[in-house]
């Protein structure tokens, strides 16, 4: 009977079941997307639509996201001025590869081991001799350690030298070996569009294919680093530019894409000491979109975000395709194995991201190359006005945005000589950060866009922020914005930079000179100099921001001095210091 019964039953299980299956099917058939109606292969797969584009996000828009900050700032830890100091006396000698004595080079002391927190500096003589004290806030012997040192030097001409880690032994009196300045080179040359024509504005920036101990140009507390040589320069009204201060070796070279092209594969250029090779940048133009970006007044407006968008791909994007269709076409580059990924990054950002989106040149214009076909938009955005060129093929004429002025904010800028400055760079900052310190730094190696007539301009900026401007060789300059009444166009706004100080100090104390003593410079109770007099009681600190600080020696026998400065506005100057005993802490 039981066995009757299971047949039936069985039937009806797989009935069930089909009915189930059957109903399953048809429910994941609705699911399924019907192949897209742009695409020209019906059993091809589909091409997925791309979500409605709801308006420009003003963050996309913001200049800092194609161009980084090229002001480094560092912020010190907290210094405590010691009751004592305890010294090491150290000496040696400079020289170049052929052990010729090289002048005025300064050197630097770097602790290691137990000696990690030991610093000193000073100048080597006419003989490339040098003596130096090196301090440490510690007012006892150094623990029991490995005790070790590097020096470091550089002179006028950007030579540069790392010695290798010297194990020391128990004496505070020490000589070193010979620190060897590395011989420097530069790189000149031009670029050109597909006419010949020469292309003024644009960045290059030339990345070695060896990687070398260094030290990071900008930085007031020195790290021996191991990285490669990267420089950048933007080229002048000839379209020429220089790059130097170059280790002689092997070097990417490429310019950055602009209005008029950009080049397909950068060069690799062999820099020789003997002399600098001039090297002839092509840029071209294909598969690009292009054009000017103007405001409601018909003035090109300048350092401005512009976006390009692919909003319909000519053929469908497979998984398997590496081709992104909301970015322009990567073009096969020559062998890059020698480079570590992190110098790519550091040439990146120091010539601009690139890629979809890009800043418009001091005549407003724009361009972006080796577009995939198929239709895009361009847009940029100004505080509440956007500007929108819908459906672009790749080569398309040239396109013009327009954006409303709300209000405007312009000026000039002025160096050290009076005149007005050629490049720099102008951003708004947060009204906080309106503070300059000597602890912020334009960076040297940075490419600073070309302003021919120092003429700047910004569209409707917002209130409660502040301009900074900065340049290299010059402290960064920061003026508050105070809000701007619609309609308002504030114009005449000049801006003087002050430039870095090359100062020397002759210090007297109670008629006397001071030989031989660390010299330390404070700003805000940090320390922000330091260095060692010499036989003369003469120190030198090749880059001071002119600020006022407070100048303090201790003496061998405990005794601290002290001395108000207010370093000036020049870019040498030769200040006379009379110390006396220091007030109690």
Not at 394 to 410: E, K, R
Not at 453 to 466: S, V
Request: glycine share 8%; net charge neutral.
């Amino acid at each position: 009977m039981n066995h009757k019964l299971i047949v039936p039953i069985a039937a009806l299980l797989i009935a069930a079941l089909g009915a189930l299956g059957i109903w399953w099917a048809m429910a994941d058939s609705k699911a399924k997307p019907a192949a897209n109606a742009q695409s020209n292969d019906p059993d091809g797969p589909p091409v997925r639509s791309k979500p409605p584009f709801n308006g420009l996000n003003e963050r996309d828009y913001n200049p800092a996201i194609v161009t980084p900050d090229p002001v480094a700032s560092e912020r010190p830890a907290p210094f405590r001025m010691p009751a004592s100091l305890y010294r090491l006396d150290v000496s040696g000698r400079v020289v170049d590869e052929s052990s010729l004595p090289i002048a005025d080079a300064q050197v630097r002391f770097l602790g290691e081991g137990s000696l990690a927190d030991f610093t000193g500096a000073g100048y080597s003589d006419a003989a490339g001799r040098f003596h130096l004290v090196a301090w440490s806030q510690r007012g006892n012997n150094p623990a029991t350690g490995q005790r070790q040192c590097r020096l470091v030097a550089q002179d006028a001409e950007g030579r540069t030298g790392v010695s290798p880690s010297h194990t020391l032994s128990d004496d505070t009196s020490l000589n070193l070996p010979d620190v060897v300045l590395a011989a420097t080179a530069e790189l000149r040359g031009r670029v050109t569009d597909q006419a010949g024509t020469a292309v003024t504005g644009v960045t290059v920036t030339a990345s070695s294919l060896t990687s070398y101990e260094m030290i990071p140009a900008g930085l007031r507390s020195p790290r021996v680093q191991h990285a490669t040589v990267v420089r950048a320069a933007t080229t002048d009204s000839r379209g020429e530019y220089r790059l130097a201060g170059l280790r002689p070796g092997v070097y990417r070279v490429q310019a950055a894409p602009s209005y008029f092209g950009d080049m397909p594969m950068p060069l690799e250029v062999e820099v020789r000491p003997s002399g600098a090779p001039w090297t002839e940048l092509a840029v071209q133009a294909q598969k690009y979109l292009r054009g000017v970006l103007r405001d409601s007044d018909g003035r090109p407006v300048a350092g401005a975000v512009v976006r390009a968008r692919l909003t319909q791909p000519d053929a469908p994007v497979t998984p398997g395709n590496p081709d992104n269709p909301g970015q322009p076409e990567r073009r096969a580059a020559s062998d890059t194995t020698r480079v570590r990924p992190s110098d790519h990054g550091r040439a990146a950002n120091l010539r601009g991201l690139g890629g979809n989106q890009t800043l418009t040149d001091e005549q407003g214009r724009f361009g972006f190359f080796g577009l995939q076909a198929g239709l895009w938009e361009i847009t940029a955005k100004l505080g509440e006005s956007e500007a929108r060129v819908p459906d672009l093929r790749p080569d398309h004429p040239d396109v013009t945005l327009t954006v409303d002025v709300a209000s405007s904010l312009s000026g000039t800028v002025y160096g050290a000589d009076g005149k007005a400055l050629e490049f720099f760079d102008v951003r708004l900052v947060l009204g906080s950060d309106s503070k300059v310190t000597p602890f912020d730094r334009a960076d040297p190696d940075r490419a600073y866009p070309l302003r021919s007539l120092g003429e700047f301009r910004l569209i409707n900026p917002k209130g409660g922020q502040a301009l900074r401007v900065s340049a290299p060789g010059y402290l960064p300059a920061v003026l508050p914005v105070a809000e701007l009444q619609p309609g308002e166009r504030r114009t005449g706004v000049e801006v003087k930079l002050v430039p870095i100080c090359e100062l020397t100090l002759n210090l007297k104390f109670e008629g006397r000179s001071l030989e031989s003593e660390p010299v330390l410079l404070l700003f805000d109770r940090n320390l922000a100099y330091d260095a060692s007099s010499d036989d003369l009681g003469r120190v030198r600190f090749p880059a001071v921001s002119p600020m006022r600080y407070s100048v303090q020696v201790i003496l061998r026998d405990g005794k601290r001095l002290a001395a108000t400065l207010d370093v000036p506005p020049r870019q040498s100057a030769v200040v006379d210091v009379e110390l006396a005993p220091a007030a109690d802490k």
